[in-house]
Nanobody, 116 residues
Framework: QVQVVESGGGLVQAGGSLKLACAVS????????MGWHRQAPGEQRELVAG???????SYANSVKARFTISRDNAKNTVYLQMSSLKPEDTAVYYC??????????WGQGTQVTVSS
Protein backbone atom coordinates (compact mmCIF):
# COMPACT_ATOMS: atom_id res chain seq x y z
CA GLN A 1 0.00 0.00 0.00
CA VAL A 2 1.50 3.29 -1.12
CA GLN A 3 1.46 6.07 1.45
CA VAL A 4 2.12 9.70 0.56
CA VAL A 5 2.96 12.33 3.18
CA GLU A 6 3.62 16.01 2.43
CA SER A 7 5.44 18.49 4.64
CA GLY A 8 6.94 21.97 4.48
CA GLY A 9 3.96 24.25 4.01
CA GLY A 10 3.46 27.44 5.97
CA LEU A 11 3.06 31.19 5.90
CA VAL A 12 5.53 33.31 3.94
CA GLN A 13 5.64 36.89 2.68
CA ALA A 14 5.45 37.66 -1.01
CA GLY A 15 8.84 37.25 -2.61
CA GLY A 16 9.87 34.60 -0.12
CA SER A 17 10.64 30.93 -0.53
CA LEU A 18 9.38 27.60 0.76
CA LYS A 19 10.39 24.01 0.12
CA LEU A 20 7.81 21.25 0.17
CA ALA A 21 8.66 17.58 0.58
CA CYS A 22 6.65 14.49 -0.27
CA ALA A 23 7.75 11.17 1.19
CA VAL A 24 6.47 7.95 -0.31
CA SER A 25 6.45 4.59 1.41
CA UNK A 26 5.19 1.14 0.40
CA UNK A 27 5.19 -0.04 -3.19
CA UNK A 28 7.85 2.44 -4.21
CA UNK A 29 9.20 0.15 -6.92
CA UNK A 30 5.96 0.65 -8.82
CA UNK A 31 6.22 4.44 -9.05
CA UNK A 32 6.09 5.96 -12.54
CA UNK A 33 5.87 9.65 -11.75
CA MET A 34 5.43 12.08 -8.90
CA GLY A 35 4.13 15.59 -8.90
CA TRP A 36 2.57 18.50 -7.12
CA HIS A 37 -0.90 19.90 -7.61
CA ARG A 38 -2.56 22.77 -5.80
CA GLN A 39 -6.07 23.89 -5.04
CA ALA A 40 -7.05 27.39 -4.01
CA PRO A 41 -10.42 28.10 -2.35
CA GLY A 42 -13.19 27.98 -4.93
CA GLU A 43 -10.81 26.82 -7.64
CA GLN A 44 -10.17 23.50 -9.35
CA ARG A 45 -7.10 21.49 -8.47
CA GLU A 46 -4.33 22.20 -10.95
CA LEU A 47 -1.00 20.66 -11.87
CA VAL A 48 1.99 22.64 -10.62
CA ALA A 49 4.94 20.41 -11.51
CA GLY A 50 5.71 16.80 -12.25
CA UNK A 51 8.72 14.52 -12.58
CA UNK A 52 8.91 11.05 -14.10
CA UNK A 53 11.01 8.10 -13.00
CA UNK A 54 13.38 9.03 -15.79
CA UNK A 55 13.78 12.56 -14.49
CA UNK A 56 11.73 14.43 -17.07
CA UNK A 57 10.05 17.47 -15.56
CA SER A 58 7.07 19.62 -16.45
CA TYR A 59 5.72 22.84 -14.99
CA ALA A 60 2.62 24.98 -15.14
CA ASN A 61 3.31 28.21 -17.02
CA SER A 62 2.44 30.21 -13.93
CA VAL A 63 5.34 28.74 -11.92
CA LYS A 64 8.05 28.27 -14.54
CA ALA A 65 11.36 29.88 -13.54
CA ARG A 66 10.09 30.22 -9.94
CA PHE A 67 9.49 26.62 -8.85
CA THR A 68 11.79 23.63 -9.16
CA ILE A 69 10.77 20.00 -8.72
CA SER A 70 13.35 17.38 -7.82
CA ARG A 71 13.46 13.88 -6.42
CA ASP A 72 15.73 11.80 -4.22
CA ASN A 73 15.22 8.22 -5.34
CA ALA A 74 17.17 6.83 -2.41
CA LYS A 75 14.76 8.52 0.00
CA ASN A 76 11.65 8.07 -2.19
CA THR A 77 11.02 11.75 -1.74
CA VAL A 78 10.07 14.49 -4.16
CA TYR A 79 10.64 18.16 -3.42
CA LEU A 80 9.16 21.41 -4.65
CA GLN A 81 11.38 24.43 -4.18
CA MET A 82 9.23 27.54 -4.46
CA SER A 83 10.83 30.95 -4.87
CA SER A 84 9.56 34.46 -5.59
CA LEU A 85 6.24 33.45 -4.11
CA LYS A 86 3.16 35.47 -4.93
CA PRO A 87 -0.17 35.80 -3.08
CA GLU A 88 -1.79 33.91 -5.95
CA ASP A 89 0.36 30.89 -5.07
CA THR A 90 -1.71 30.51 -1.90
CA ALA A 91 -3.35 27.10 -1.95
CA VAL A 92 -3.33 23.64 -0.48
CA TYR A 93 -0.53 21.73 -2.21
CA TYR A 94 -1.03 18.04 -2.83
CA CYS A 95 1.51 15.42 -3.81
CA UNK A 96 0.42 12.91 -6.43
CA UNK A 97 2.16 9.61 -7.02
CA UNK A 98 1.29 7.67 -10.16
CA UNK A 99 2.11 3.97 -10.33
CA UNK A 100 3.24 2.07 -13.40
CA UNK A 101 -0.33 0.75 -13.64
CA UNK A 102 -1.52 4.40 -13.71
CA UNK A 103 -3.09 4.25 -10.28
CA UNK A 104 -3.11 7.59 -8.43
CA UNK A 105 -2.12 8.07 -4.81
CA TRP A 106 -2.71 11.46 -3.19
CA GLY A 107 -1.27 12.94 -0.03
CA GLN A 108 -3.35 14.78 2.53
CA GLY A 109 -2.14 18.20 1.39
CA THR A 110 -0.14 20.99 2.97
CA GLN A 111 -1.24 24.62 3.21
CA VAL A 112 0.88 27.33 1.62
CA THR A 113 -0.13 30.91 2.39
CA VAL A 114 1.63 33.88 0.79
CA SER A 115 0.89 37.25 2.35
CA SER A 116 1.14 40.48 0.38
Amino acid sequence: QVQVVESGGGLVQAGGSLKLACAVSGGTSSIYSMGWHRQAPGEQRELVAGITIGGSTSYANSVKARFTISRDNAKNTVYLQMSSLKPEDTAVYYCLVVSRTLRNYWGQGTQVTVSS
